[in-house]
């Protein structure tokens, strides 16, 4: 009897360890969604366990998994069928553990659907029309600019792209929001204006650009400034000497006030850009069919996305669009920079990272590469987060271990 209750202990044990080696990420709760909405876009939210991946599928294209901050929020931006209702599915997954069950959420859009809600509940459900901007193409030979036009009065302003702020339209529908302007030699800036009004509705994007006439080494310096560091928010920063080389290169640049910001977000143009420059491609001319809608002649990396689509480098999205200047996740940035180098074969998922699945996450083979050559390492926790937005310092840190990589196999 003894020997059984042993045995059955054991397996009870053994049981446990099993359940909570194979422990399932709790679902995560998403916030009601605002439908019907008159809208191209809405904004998916909610909480999940912090630190969780969270993902949306569904819609128009693939949507890039993003992390739950400490408070476990999240939110997520999504594109909307015109005139119909949206069906999204949404789920958790902490390391290691089993992937959460799905939330779906359903986002009805339509003139109507929102015209009939408006005059039954007085909610405004009606997006606002995109900002009016006096010149929506620029010269400059400051550190900064100041973009005017019209939008719906009272309203928020929101600026993306290369720079991020907010505004507050004025009564009478005016604005006027500062930018900061980088100068060469990356002297392409685009910003994305969107209005969003008092209900939450937020209003498609209208660019503006930018070119700043001014070479990064023009700035004003103090005299009495002795530090070597090429950008002086570089000095003692870990990226430094990676900066500093592909500064020597020419293939990254800085703001007109002479800094560098490592801890701000790049662009898929910009990583596009830098990442072709750095292995030697040469891309002029490139642009002739524009196989992506939201680039077009006018469209200062025209020639980076064309050439990059042409050998491969690229897809875009199903929708038809490049989204030059969204910020780059970690995941999308390993792969163009791997892809641009042309010398290097991924085919293997493992060893990998912890948060990343090998089985369906598109960018395993990425990871798995530079994993297992230095070129990466991940947070302190181990993981690579694939989904979150990368740095211009952590940019500059793994196009230079590639180039290295590339050198010491010649």
Not at 19 to 28: E, G, K, L, N, R
Not at 71 to 96: C, D, K, W, Y
Not at 109 to 122: H, L
Not at 268 to 292: M, W
């Amino acid at each position: 009897m003894k020997k059984f209750i042993i045995l059955f202990s054991s397996f009870i044990l053994s049981f446990l360890a099993i359940s909570i080696a194979f422990a399932t990420t709790a679902a995560p709760v998403v916030d009601e969604p605002t439908s019907p909405v008159n809208s191209n876009i809405a904004v998916i939210s909610g909480t999940a366990t912090p630190g969780a991946s969270v993902k949306v599928t569904g819609g128009m294209y693939n949507i890039a998994p993003v992390t739950a901050n400490a408070n476990g929020h999240f939110e997520v931006t999504v594109a909307l069928v015109q005139e119909t209702t949206n069906h999204f599915s949404v789920t958790a997954q902490i390391s290691g553990d089993t992937i959460s069950p799905a939330v779906t959420v359903e986002i009805v859009e339509g003139a109507q659907a929102a015209i009939d809600y408006e005059t039954s509940t007085g909610i405004d459900r009606t997006a606002p029309s995109k900002p009016v901007i006096e010149n929506t193409d620029a010269e400059t030979d400051q550190s900064k600019y100041t973009i005017t036009g019209t939008g719906e009065a009272n309203a928020t302003l929101i600026v993306t792209g290369d720079d991020t702020k907010t505004a507050t339209i004025d009564s009478e529908g005016n604005f006027e929001v500062e930018v900061d302007v980088m100068c060469a030699p990356n002297p392409d800036n685009t910003y994305n204006l969107s209005v969003k009004d008092a209900a939450g509705n937020q209003s498609s994007s209208q660019k503006v650009y930018v070119t700043s006439t001014k070479t990064c080494n023009d700035v004003d310096s103090d005299d009495d400034d002795d530090s070597n560091a090429v950008f002086p928010d570089i000095e003692n920063h870990w990226s430094e000497s990676y900066v500093t080389e592909l500064y020597a290169m020419g293939a990254v640049g800085g703001y007109q006030d002479g800094t560098f910001r490592p801890e701000n977000s790049i662009s898929r143009a910009e990583i596009l850009k830098i990442a072709l420059e750095t292995f030697g491609h040469d891309v002029s001319g490139s642009a002739q069919d524009y196989p992506f809608s939201d680039v077009g002649a006018a469209d200062w990396p025209k020639d980076y996305v064309e050439y990059a689509f042409d050998h491969g480098f690229v897809e875009g999205y199903s929708d038809g669009t490049f989204r030059p200047n969204d910020p780059v996740t970690r995941a999308a940035a390993l792969k163009i920079i791997i892809e641009t180098t042309e010398q290097i074969d991924v085919m293997a998922v493992t060893p990998n990272f912890p948060d990343v699945d090998s089985a369906n996450d598109w960018y395993a083979m990425y990871t798995s590469w530079a994993l297992t050559n230095n070129i990466v390492s991940g947070y302190a926790d181990g993981e690579f987060k694939g989904g979150q937005n990368i740095s211009r310092a952590e940019a500059s840190k793994i196009i230079i271990e590639v180039l290295h990589y590339l050198d010491a196999s010649a």
